[in-house]
């Protein structure tokens, strides 16, 4: 059963919890604190990036008929819910451990609206893969303390340190964090 959210529709006003962490926010904490602090202090390079640029574009291509994207606060944007699943597209899943925490994240914030969903799946169209995920009360605890991380790192007066890790060579900030 389809939860009941037109296309485009915003929960803001559905229920007055608001988000206190963008997904953006959220997934960059698990790629890198680095990234977070920059991109909270207004140092934005991703439009610079091709990688991010072709993942939006397999983004949008792919499953066209379910595309019914529900943005949480202006905040959080959810590819699709279909089946009462929340489901995210990417291009590879070499980053699945971040794509699994973004997930709980989307379904963490629907429950935070008063949604009654646990289930996520993420679609890797080009692999002809998904990856399924399960907010369980474990799970939901140890988003809730990521989301307190998330927070310290944005308000910290200190960039963190660069990660010197080969995740860097893919970064929209590698030019930034090395020149
Ligand atoms: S280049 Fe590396 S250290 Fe710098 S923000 Fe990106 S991932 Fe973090």
Known sequence: MDIAISSDQSLSNYMSQSVAVTGTEFNYYLLCK??????????????????????????????????????????????????????????????????????????????????????????YPKQKRTTEVMLTPDKECEIKDVVKKVIEIKNAEQVPDVLNSKICKKCSYEDFCYS
């Open 34 to 123: 680095r990234k977070l602090w920059l991109f909270a202090h207004d140092v934005e390079m991703e439009h610079t990036s091709d990688n991010v640029l072709l993942g939006k574009l397999i983004d949008e291509e792919s499953y066209p008929r379910k595309k019914k994207e529900i943005i949480i606060d202006g905040a959080v944007k959810i590819d699709f819910i279909d089946d009462n699943t929340v489901h995210e597209v990417k291009k590879s899943n070499r980053m699945e451990e971040v794509h699994i925490g973004q997930v709980l994240y989307y379904i963490y914030c629907l429950r935070q609206k008063g949604i009654d969903i646990r289930k996520g799946v993420i679609n």
